[in-house]
T-cell receptor, first 115, second 111 residues
Framework: NAGVTQTPKFRVLKTGQSMTLLCAQD?????MYWYRQDPGMGLRLIHY???????AKGEVPDGYNVSRLKKQNFLLGLESAAPSQTSVYFC??????????????FGPGTRLTVL | RKEVEQDPGPFNVPEGATVAFNCTYS??????FFWYRQDCRKEPKLLMS???SGNEDGRFTAQLNRASQYISLLIRDSKLSDSATYLC????????????FGTGTKLQVIP
């Protein structure tokens, strides 16, 4: 099993450009998440999904959109990139959450720089 | 006040030493607690859960103090391979995963 994979691993964008980050998991997990990690800020939840066809906003959703058309994939889009979106982006997945926590499995991350 | 606070370190310790980190939290509704490990430029990975009664996993011991609202991680007989950033994580449950990650404590084990 590959676990959680992310593409691309690195990307440099100019302000105003758009891009899509792809996350794929082969563990048949229901829950998927997109986080960003910035120095001194910890991991912050951007958007999450509790199942195919559903998405919801997290802590810092502005400037991002997501889609979960297939259970195994979770896409994160930046429509008009800004320098403030320079960050490391992590995708994660977990089994059904319910009222209890289930371990989140993370992808290797995407390092995005917006000039 | 931040929901989760950790000393960023770095903690520089010699091989074989014992080192302990604390993590304080402000939301008394927090239900579950965890330590994740993140190697440099890598993704976070679950190290261990933290139970009220305390729990051990080899050289690692985790404890929870609900009255004082902190969790701790003790590492005995430190190895070079323990060098990493340790993230404190708490979950508030609630139907979906309301999870908060701390900013991490960096540990550097020195030969």
């Amino acid at each position: 099993n590959a676990g959680v994979t992310q593409t691309p691993k690195f990307r440099v964008l100019k302000t105003g450009q758009s891009m899509t980050l792809l996350c794929a998991q082969d563990m048949n997990h229901e829950y998927m998440y997109w986080y960003r990690q910035d120095p001194g800020m910890g991991l912050r939840l951007i958007h999450y999904s509790v199942g195919e066809g559903t998405t919801a906003k997290g802590e810092v959703p502005d400037g991002y959109n997501v889609s979960r058309l297939k259970k195994q994939n979770f896409l994160l889009g930046l429509e008009s990139a800004a320098p403030s979106q320079t960050s490391v982006y992590f995708c994660a997945s977990s089994d059904l959450g319910g009222g209890n926590y289930n371990e989140q499995f993370f992808g290797p991350g995407t390092r995005l720089t917006v000039l | 006040r931040k929901e989760v606070e950790q000393d960023p370190g770095p903690f520089n310790v010699p091989e074989g030493a014992t080192v302990a980190f604390n993590c304080t939290y402000s939301n008394s509704a927090s239900q579950s607690f965890f330590w994740y490990r993140q190697d440099c430029r890598k993704e976070p990975k679950l190290l261990m859960s933290v139970y009220s009664s305390g729990n051990e996993d080899g050289r690692f011991t985790a404890q929870l103090n609900r009255a004082s609202q902190y969790i701790s991680l003790l590492i005995r007989d430190s190895k070079l391979s323990d060098s990493a950033t340790y993230l404190c994580v708490l979950s508030r449950g609630g139907g979906y995963q309301k999870v908060t990650f701390g900013t991490g404590t960096k540990l550097q084990v020195i030969p």
